[in-house]
Structure formats: C-alpha cells, structure tokens
C-alpha cells in the first residue's frame, strides 16, 4: 500500500513563503519508479484543485496557470521525498495541500481522478 503523509504547512502573511515536503513509501518499489507525483489543494467548499506534478522517471514538470513562476515542484529519490515550495504567496493560496500519486507509467495532468493514492494532507494559510 504506498503511504503519503505531508509536512510543512503553517501559516504565513502574503508574500511570504513555505516548502511542503511528502515522504512517500512504495511497498515493494524503490521510489522512482515511474510514477506521477503531484501536488493538490483544497480550500473550504471549493473542488479539489491540482496545483503541479512531476514525473518520477525524468523529472519532467506541469504546474496550474495560477501559481506557475511562484511554486516549484521538486523531488529527492534518495529520500523518498517531493517537495514544494511555494513563494510569493497570496491569500488565495490558503487552502489544505495534498501529495498524491498516480501509478500510470507518465503524468496525464493535473486531474485529481487520475491519482488513486493520497496523503492526509497539510494546512496553508495565508493572511493579507
């Protein structure tokens, strides 16, 4: 059963930045494995929305129109681990924040059905 669980979520003033990290555990696979990894947020009453996903296997890169040139999305398979950080943040970025993967061998974009595992999630909150 692969497990997600994230970290680094708080809250910071706008314009402000954090870095998310996801430990991720793949019975039976080392991590690297080609997976798509992405990120998602969900903000109260809102649908759940992709923000960025990396492909495992070249470290190929997609990110959503609305935090593109502000988020990166990186990865370090020696420690199992994705990360984003997140600058120049706005108050709308203030959401709870997902790592999900998606085993298809190659990301298929940032379509939250795609991906069938997810971590319990991180809290952003962004004051103006």
């Known amino acids: 059963q692969v497990q997600l669980v994230e970290s680094g979520g708080g809250s910071v003033q706008a314009g402000g930045s954090l870095r998310l990290s996801c430990t991720a555990s793949f019975p039976g696979h080392n991590y690297g494995t080609k997976y798509c990894m992405g990120w998602f947020r969900q903000a109260p009453g809102e649908e759940r929305e992709g923000v960025a996903s990396?492909?495992?296997?070249?470290?190929?890169?997609v990110y959503a129109d609305s935090v593109k040139g502000r988020f990166i999305i990186s990865q370090d398979k020696a420690k199992n681990s994705l990360y984003l950080r997140m600058n120049s943040l706005k108050p709308e970025d203030t959401a709870m924040y997902y790592c999900?993967?998606?085993?298809?061998?190659?990301?298929?974009?940032?379509?939250?059905?795609?991906?069938?595992?997810w971590g319990q999630g991180t809290q952003v909150t962004v004051s103006s």
């Open positions: 990396i492909y495992t296997d070249s470290g190929s890169t």
């Open positions: 999900a993967v998606d085993t298809w061998n190659r990301c298929r974009g940032l379509t939250a059905g795609f991906f069938g595992y």
